[in-house]
């Protein structure tokens, strides 16, 4: 971008959540991942930046998407990258957690990328051990860095994120995509709606700042964005949702739905999609979809992350835990 | 007459003199003392000065401090049997007497259950040897705590059990409520009740809301709680049970208890000292320690118990004494175990409701000691003539930081972990026998 904050500095030690960031934090963030998505498409992709620098992505979670994308930013960047994906079985999740943390933590790594099934893993992890801890999804919490690339796919598409519309649709309780792309947009003065059945979207989102709809038709109407979410499967059981094809038919985005946004409106998703539940394949691969953009943004700003908490390398001196 | 782990009686008379005296249904501090012999309170008053008392007796100047009557708490759990690495009775009763509580009720989740009359022996006889102050169990209502089969409430009241109650779990089923009601209503026993419907409450871990949604963790609603206390209150109507809604934390449930009250119907309540003075927002970043059964509310919720508490509409303050070690605390939020520590912080904590203005000492006591005692029906709960001298000695303004390390419980799970508090118990006795003493 034309006018970066190269004199100004990410003030944190560690990125547990969009919570606790400045509009300034954010903007800083954003503009190093400008810069890192033109070293991502030179034909020399590496730095040097961490150089020497152990980077360790701990999942407790299965993802393919994320973790790659954490993995090519840190080597991107020349850091050192272990993968520990912890897959466990028992109820306990948390002894593992800590065991791990405690462990990992002795042998020195710089940098612990986590993600964990259960709300505040981050932050309890970030209490235990030494060095940086970036959160990469912590049950229906927080989930920052994918906030931030879906705030860089809309900056580079729209020019701007003020005064935009976004929309966001679908399972809004247990999504922690939504919860940090909320928190974020709002900062830089978007517009927010959530869109949902009550089942998945309880009214009490309204005192998080954002417009609550029940149906597509008003919710879509004049947006900018539409951000559709994944459905668990599992949200079939237990009442949520009382079928696929029903979901399908009220919040699924179709071309008919789509056509109640702005024409130009941008069509995201996480992923992974499930086509045919929360979106047709028709739009899912339409021109106004930017869905493979936002991957590819994944890795720019997870290297601008990387980038800025390795300021802070070795961790000496910091006291702010956010 | 109900058995009680009386510790041995000291035979040498006992003097506080220079008292501020807290007397049951006095409204305002009065000057005097109080005269101790046998372990029983043989005077009270402006008469007991120190020329007036039998020469041989022990004579102790309180420089003006406040002497109230014990502490009675209807909920606590004392680790035995089967949880002594969360707690002992030694040790639980060492945290009461410091924080000048001079009766226990054990909750009777242990390992076992308290759902049989040995078992109640068993606790009985280890408090009578190991225990500071006095301990008295509560029974299962149900047997083994199944929400399914009434147990044995007669031989269990004759073993010494005080109430019955199936302790942090409620009965799910209104049918087995209704029996197990109907049934204790014939010994005129107390059933206490824990007040979530566990279906409704499904995998919430904290209360309903804006925050919980911040937080991302599942909520529980308030309605899980009326729910239930609203299905009680109709069986009491039903069957004429003496009941007893063990922690209300609603707004809501505040006006459940007086439509049932003005209604007549033989119902009392209690709220944990957790409820009155912390709400929700204490949680911060995920504090297990902060994760209690009922979860903490909204500070409107909060409000509304402590003005229900101030007009007597809520009867008793427990602690909700609940130790958990580091192993089933230092876990995200969800999977931590409930509970928070508070025999030793009750009465100091209570004591902030007092310094604000919202409670006056004297609604504070009694609901921590008289009050108690009336819906027990035990004796001691009182600073009168007759009644066993179980007495406490505090200076309500003396202030303190709460350090986790000097408390006496096994386990360190205190909210109240470096919080300013007033009111420090200088001085403990439980019938007639001094079991604390501040350095």
Known sequence: MSDPHPILRFRHRHLLGIEGLSAQDILILLDMAEDAVAISRQIEKKRATLRGRTLINLFFEASTRTQSSFELAGKRLGADVMNMSVQTSSVKKGETLIDTAMTLNAMRPDLIVVRHAQAGAAHLLAHKVDCSVINAGDGAHEHPTQALLDALTIRRNKGRIEGLIVAICGDILHSRVARSNILLLSRLGARLRVVGPSTLLPSAFERLGVEVFRDMKNGLADADIVMMLRLQKERMNGGFVPSSREYFRFFGLDSEKLSYAKKDALVMHPGPMNRGIEIASLVADSPQSVVREQVEMGVAVRMAVLEALAEHLPNANHDDHV | ?439
């Open chain 2, 1 to 439: 007459m109900m058995k009680l782990s009386t510790p041995a009686i000291a035979h040498q008379p006992m003097a506080l003199v220079n008292c501020r005296l807290a007397q049951t249904g006095v409204e305002k501090l009065q000057p005097g003392g109080v005269l101790v012999v046998d372990g029983v309170i043989r005077d009270v008053g402006q008469a007991v000065v120190p020329e007036s008392l039998p020469p041989h007796a022990r004579v102790i100047d309180c420089g003006g401090d406040v002497v109230a009557a014990g502490l009675i708490d209807l909920c606590a759990f004392v680790g035995e049997p089967g949880g002594e690495h969360r707690e002992t009775i030694a040790s639980a009763t060492a945290a009461a007497a410091a924080g000048g509580v001079t009766t226990i009720i054990a909750r009777p989740d242990t390992n076992p259950p308290i759902d049989e009359p040995a078992v109640v022996d068993f606790l009985l006889r280890r408090a009578r040897d190991t225990g500071r102050v006095r301990v008295v169990p509560a029974a299962a209502l149900t047997k083994g705590l199944n929400g399914a089969d009434t147990a044995e409430v007669g031989l269990l009241l004759e073993a010494g059990a005080i109430a019955f109650t199936d302790g942090p779990r409620s009965v799910a089923n209104a049918r087995v409520m209704r029996r197990a009601m109907a049934y204790a209503r014939d010994f005129n026993a107390l059933v206490i009740h824990h007040l979530e419907d566990p279906d409704l409450a499904g995998e919430g871990v904290m209360n309903e809301g804006e925050l919980a949604l911040r937080l991302g963790l599942p909520g529980i609603p308030r309605e899980a709680e009326t729910i239930m206390l609203d299905r009680d209150i109709r069986l009491v109507a039903l069957t004429g049970t003496r009941y007893h809604a063990a922690i209300v934390s609603t707004a809501a449930s505040v006006e459940v208890i007086r439509k049932a009250k003005s209604a007549g119907l033989p119902v009392t309540c209690g709220t944990s000292i957790n409820h009155l003075t912390l709400n929700e927002n204490d949680i911060g970043d995920y504090r297990t320690f902060l994760k209690v059964a009922p979860p903490l509310r909204h500070e409107d919720d909060r409000l509304a118990l402590v003005a229900a508490l101030a007009e007597g509409l809520i009867d008793i303050i427990v602690s909700d004494h609940n130790p958990q070690d580091v192993e089933t605390k230092r876990l995200p939020f969800a999977e931590a175990e409930n509970g928070a520590i508070g025999l030793e912080t009750m009465l100091a904590a209570g004591l902030r409701l007092v310094h604000s203005g919202d409670v006056t000492l004297s609604r504070l006591l009694s609901a921590m000691s008289s009050r108690p005692a009336e819906i027990l029906g035990l004796p001691q709960g009182r600073l009168e003539v007759g009644a066993p001298a179980d007495i406490i000695r505090f200076d309500p303004d003396e202030p303190f930081v709460v350090d986790p390390a000097s408390l006496h419980s096994r386990s360190k799970n205190t909210p109240f972990d470096e919080a300013r508090l007033q009111g420090r118990v200088k001085l403990t006795i439980v019938g007639g026998e001094i079991v604390w003493e501040a350095a």
